[in-house]
């Protein structure tokens, strides 16, 4: 036991980056998840699009909201909480192989467009003791134990809630068109009128929420299961808040769940600032060249964005926990590069559509 709790330390940092979205691996499909893929377009082909349905079609429809957004699946009642869209929505597998390189780059989920749908990939660690030569039985203890730690249902559950997290925030609204529901997420927060600025913002609100529906599903196993030992890495907190008796996520006076909410968000939040917001600039800055201008006379739908972000299921219930919007916790601050970024973003907006004095100008002077 002590050994795995040194290797938990060590591989810290890598799963910090693993969380990054995005990823240049290679994709190997797994074939379970390829056939429930194909099984669920089938689903989706057979909806009738006249203007009467029965009710199997609408069933079926609601159903395959499973694989586009999980709070939509929850208001429509196919799912009843965070572990049951993570045990019943669809994702693809991508295995890799670790072999004891420490510097090696793990991305242990992502959620990304492939092949025209957007698809959440979780990682499946291999533990690869064969291709480097004359490993000590340390080493192999080592490479296997590491891979037991992250394939671990557990674990591989708060990823799988963290990218589906990104899936309900930014849903496959290009493919949406299949839904004879009326009242599903039509936009992604990124598809939102935000200034350059907000746009970044909502970059780290996004990891932000994600990490908050990890700690979520988490807490629905402690429920559960009552063992606050898999708080793990950046939740540990939250355990120790548990065992301190600080928190009580089994109590049921509304001033406990209120205090309990607070200490989430404005804890998560905490931890962003202080160790991650430096690891995703680069997500940030990249992420900036896809904003679209506002066009004049549009209010910022920031807020708005915010409220899409932090609204959880939350035993059974639906919860808003944007309690930034009425700076009641203060907002996420910028790194100096990505504020930079936002800048230059939105010069290069400007300048491609000149404002309409300018335009008058340049008339004049021909
Ligand atoms: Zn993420």
Redesign the pocket.
Known sequence: MENVGKLNKKFKKWFVCG???GSSLVLSYNSFFRKKDNAKKDLITVVDKSPTYSLDEIQKNKEALISYSMTDAFRYGVINSISDYVKKAPHLSDTVDFSGDLSQMITYGYYQRIDGKKQVVITHINPDTLSIPNLSPKEKRMIASFAKYHNAETKRGAIKA??FW?QNTNPDTQNNDMFILSDITKRGVFEYNLTTEEFAKICAH??IG?RINSLLFLREQYQQEGKTNIFYGDFAFYGKAVRQGKINPLSENPKDIEQEQYFIVKSMLEIWEKKHKHNYQDYAIKKLTSHKPMSKGQKSEYDKALDKIYTFIWDGKLINLNYISEGIIPDVKLTEAVKDAAERRQLQEQKAEPPLQAKALQNNGR
């Open positions: 969380l990054i979205v963290h990218e990104h996004d990891e994600s």
